[in-house]
């Protein structure tokens, strides 16, 4: 009985808590379209130009291709990266958000991307036909579960670099 009490006060405790930051998020309430970024380090950045019209842009809900917004400033994406878009709002009064690089955009479009680099990072076997299409094969010398940290290093990488081009050049 005594378990199940603590449960419910736990719940309620949260709940309430919640509550009282979200309440606290609407006070100091910003434009809803006012978005910044979280690093992987826990900083907070300005959005360049460009991100602001990829996150105002209409996604269908299971395009992977959307921008990843986080619901909470200490919430994470499905690869563990405390990276992501938040609104302005959620951010926390004590972090500082620091200004992007004026270029970003522009410099951002000359980054390579790698679509199957990820899974060239894991070992997987990458084959591209005659026919333009792309056979991948997991890598079966290795564990899945050394599979997705070889995955997810490499995701966490490609996070890095990109945060490392939005940091203002002095």
């Known amino acids: 009985m005594k378990i199940l009490l603590n449960i ?28 910044v970024y979280v690093n992987q380090d826990g900083s907070v950045r300005e959005i360049s130009v460009g991100e602001q019209e ?3 842009r209409r996604f269908h809900p299971f ?3 959307r ?3 986080k619901s909470r400033y200490w919430s994470w994406d499905n690869w563990g990266s405390r990276s992501g878009y938040l609104k302005r709002y959620r951010v926390p009064s004590r972090i500082r958000v620091q200004p992007v690089r004026p270029d970003f955009d522009t410099v951002i479009k000359d ?3 790698d679509m199957l680099g990820t899974h060239r990072a894991a070992g997987d076997r990458v084959v591209q036909n ?20 070889r995955m997810q290093r490499y995701q966490f990488e490609a996070q890095a670099r990109r945060e490392g081009l939005a940091k203002p050049r002095d």
Not at 14 to 32: V, Y
Request: glycine share 6%; net charge neutral; hydrophobic share 45%.
């Open 54 to 56: 990829n996150l105002t």
């Open 130 to 149: 005659a026919d333009g299409s792309i056979l991948c094969s997991p890598n079966m010398n290795i564990s899945r579960r050394e599979r997705w940290k």
């Open 111 to 113: 980054l390579p991307e």
């Open 8 to 35: 419910v006060f736990g719940f309620f405790a949260d709940l309430g808590a919640e509550s009282m930051w979200l309440l606290i998020g609407m006070i100091r309430r910003l434009p809803e379209a006012s978005f």
């Open 63 to 65: 395009d992977r291709a």
């Open 67 to 69: 921008p990843y917004i």
